[in-house]
């Protein structure tokens, strides 16, 4: 673009154009002492010739422009009092400019004259100005262009017809104002971007400096226009942002590209007066319209984002639901555009926005962001990244200062938590260590949610947790240190210290069930002290906590189920475990669970996939219990209602004989069975008075199955010969 002369060369060319500048000067200004129009015109026109120079830099270029504007200063003052005095009409001054030689200094005069023609007003400001930004075309040259527009804005600047203006019009004086300002950026937006394209290849990063040095020439127009009183919100939403927007994609230019997003912005900013939900509606329009043109670009998003930032410093929590919406809405824009949450916590301003929302809408924003995690089944695979996002869903995770317990409707809260609860388990990344770390880092996070919060975020956690032993399984380890590797010990660990937190809320018929869930995969990963630990932890939640006899009853079922499953345990650990157990089936409140929880019991004695655990002897001895309890609960109900009571206890006790009489156990024998039911059918012909359909049908299909058994012939039906069932 410029010709490639030494800096000796370009000072000596820059010297040469000041002296033509002073010594026309000089002339000009002899011509103005002396009231001479034409010869001021004359020497005003050549010393503006020195600006078609082509051989300068921007900066040096710059220096002599400055020269030649001061002395414009001088020869508008000469016109105004011309004109004022009546020497000359305005409008034959406006015209006699025009026929100036070259287009440069022609278009230069007429700036000048063109400020005093609106300065006088025998013309409308708006034509005026029409007419000059129109004239200012003829210049393409984009360097002399650029100066020659930046001179335009600064003579004009003070003119426009804004309302309470000395130069307001009519009712759309405010639009002509806009729509000046805007058409002279625009036009010099083009010019600056055409600098790039000019010019060999090799001096492309020349170009560029250059370029960054001239660019508040650019901006300038903007900042004016910011300084128009008339501009309301609804203006800059529906006609100053998409006109610069427009400019912004249109241009194919990154420099140009940033700087007029900065310039944007700076103009947003510049509006002190502007309501704080007028403002974030124009970052709203403008992020979409970035999402939308640049979603590649997050420095842009992030940039508008910290704008945002910017503006709301400094003041409290956002109480305008007006404002609220336009956050959420800003908010929602990067999450809704990249359907990825990872995306958005790379947006170092994302947090710091949401910081700035009241208790209720971080909330709304903290469910609409887990919304986004599942709707896109989106993985979150590294602990800094949850660490980071755990940040934005505080509100759900923990009580926010100054929230009120009785604010909170007991649906949505448990909606909300419902919801993390699934978010966890989207949690995930393949590589144990790290994984180990994102369950640390939800640990932190959640068992600061308080009692409220843990019976619904830690079974999440827990269950998390054992898929990752699952995938361990078979390593072990010492557990010593802060950096440990991903071993199922120390997993466990973790595990220990999350479900005794929430044993304290108290929450303890579900600490036992996640208790048990442990022990059984520690039994797994062939880890007996950790699995009779879990147990442990178990029973002392069933002494000490859990007194409702209903949930006694529930606890007690899970603990023998989960016992009978347990092949790890030595003969003295489980002869303790099963001991208790047996006791605890004993000691229920109501005889009939009495009696159901010791024939559980029995199942303890005898699997068939465990050596070693086929104990006949005290399969009997809790079959024979179970009876005895069977018998009492009979006479307990014949005392209170005259009655010996239903047969059903009786007939599920039948049903666990013929089970372990399958099994093979010797202890068990037919003479046995048909004892038992000469026993049920004695009981039933007593109380034949109140008969109970559902246990003459139990009893019925019992003994059916007898029959359809010895049909079956061989071994099963030889076994069962020799009972009667009919």
């Not at 063109?114 to 025998?122: F, M, W």
């Not at 000395?166 to 036009?187: K, R, T």
Request: with cysteine.
């Amino acid at each position: 673009m410029l010709p490639d002369g030494g800096g000796d060369d370009e000072e000596r060319w820059l010297a040469e154009g000041i002296a033509g500048v002073q010594q026309n000067a000089f002339y000009m200004h002899r011509a103005l002492d002396s009231n001479n129009l034409k010869d001021a015109l004359k020497y005003s026109a050549q010393m503006l010739s020195e600006l078609r120079t082509s051989r300068l830099s921007p900066h040096k270029y710059y220096e002599l422009y400055m020269r030649a504007f001061d002395e414009m200063r001088k020869l508008e003052m000469f016109f105004r009092e011309e004109t004022r005095r009546g020497s000359c009409s305005v409008v034959d001054l406006y015209e006699l400019v025009q026929h100036a030689g070259n287009v440069l200094p022609r278009l230069y005069l007429l700036c000048t004259v063109g400020s005093v023609y609106i300065k006088s007003k025998e013309a409308p400001a708006k034509d005026v100005l029409k007419d000059l930004v129109e004239m200012c075309r003829g210049i393409q040259h984009p360097l002399r262009g650029l100066f020659l527009r930046s001179y335009l804005s600064q003579i004009s600047r003070d003119k426009l017809p804004d309302i309470g203006s000395e130069y307001e019009g009519d009712a759309d004086s405010i639009n002509d104002a806009v729509e000046f300002v805007l058409q002279n950026f625009i036009e010099m937006n083009k010019l600056w971007v055409r600098m790039q394209h000019q010019g060999p290849a090799r001096e492309k990063d020349k170009r560029g400096k250059e370029r960054n040095e001239l660019r508040d020439l650019v901006g300038k127009n903007l900042h004016v226009l910011s300084q128009i009183e008339g501009v309301d919100l609804e203006m800059y939403k529906e006609t100053v942002l998409p006109r610069i927007s427009e400019q912004v994609v249109n241009c194919k230019d990154d420099l140009a590209q940033f700087y007029l997003m900065d310039c944007i912005i700076q103009v947003i900013e510049a509006q002190v007066d502007m309501p704080v939900v007028g403002a974030v509606t124009l970052y709203v329009s403008l992020l979409t319209f970035t999402l939308r043109v640049h979603p590649d670009r997050l420095d842009y998003v992030d940039q508008v984002l910290g704008a945002c930032v910017k503006k709301l410093s400094g003041k409290a929590k956002l109480e305008d639901s007006r404002a609220t919406k336009q956050i959420v809405a800003l908010l929602s824009a990067p999450l809704e555009k990249y359907s990825n949450i990872v995306t958005a916590l790379e947006l170092s301003n994302y947090p710091r926005v949401m910081d700035y929302l009241d208790n209720a809408t971080t909330k709304v924003m903290a469910v609409v962001i887990i919304q986004s995690i599942m709707k896109n089944t989106t993985c979150i695979s590294t602990s800094d990244k949850i660490e980071a996002l755990f940040d934005l869903i505080k509100g759900l995770i923990k009580d926010m200062e100054g929230a009120q317990d009785d604010e909170l409707d007991e649906e949505d809260f448990k909606e909300e938590q419902n919801s993390v609860a699934r978010l966890i388990h989207m949690l995930h990344n393949d590589d144990p260590e790290e994984m180990l770390k994102i369950l640390c880092t939800v640990q932190k996070h959640i068992l600061q949610g308080g009692p409220k919060r843990l019976p619904f975020t830690v079974p999440s956690l827990v269950f998390s947790a054992l898929k990752l032993v699952r995938r361990l399984q078979g390593q072990d380890g010492d557990v010593t240190g802060e950096e440990v590797p991903a071993t199922p010990k120390k997993i466990f660990q973790i595990l220990h210290q999350t479900i005794e937190a929430l044993s304290c809320v108290p929450c303890p018929e579900l600490s036992l069930r996640l208790f048990l869930q442990c022990a059984e995969a520690a039994n797994d990963c062939d880890l007996e002290p950790v699995a009779y630990e879990f147990f442990t932890q178990a029973f002392i939640l069933y002494e000490e906590e859990i007194t409702d006899s209903k949930a006694q009853i529930t606890a007690l079922h899970l603990i023998i189920g989960t016992l009978q499953r347990m092949n790890i345990f030595g003969v003295e650990n489980r002869d303790t475990l099963t001991h208790k157990t047996t006791g605890y089936s004993a000691k229920l409140l109501k005889k009939p669970d009495q009696c159901r929880a010791v024939y559980a019991c029995s199942h303890l004695f005898w699997t068939d996939d465990q050596d070693g655990i086929m104990d006949g002897e005290r399969v009997l001895l809790c079959l024979k219990r179970a009876l005895r309890i069977a018998n009492a609960a009979q006479q307990m109900a014949n005392v209170s209602k005259g009655s010996s009571g239903s047969v059903t206890l009786f007939i599920e006790i039948l049903n666990k004989y013929l089970y372990f009489f399958e099994k093979g156990i010797p202890q068990i024998t037919n003479t046995v069975i048909q004892d038992l039911i000469e026993l049920i059918r004695t009981e039933k012909q007593n109380d034949s008075q109140t008969s109970d359909p559902s246990a003459e049908a139990f009893f019925a299909s019992t003994l059916r199955y007898i029959e359809f058994q010895k049909q079956k012939g061989g071994s099963i039906g030889e076994k069962y010969e020799q009972i009667k069932a009919a």
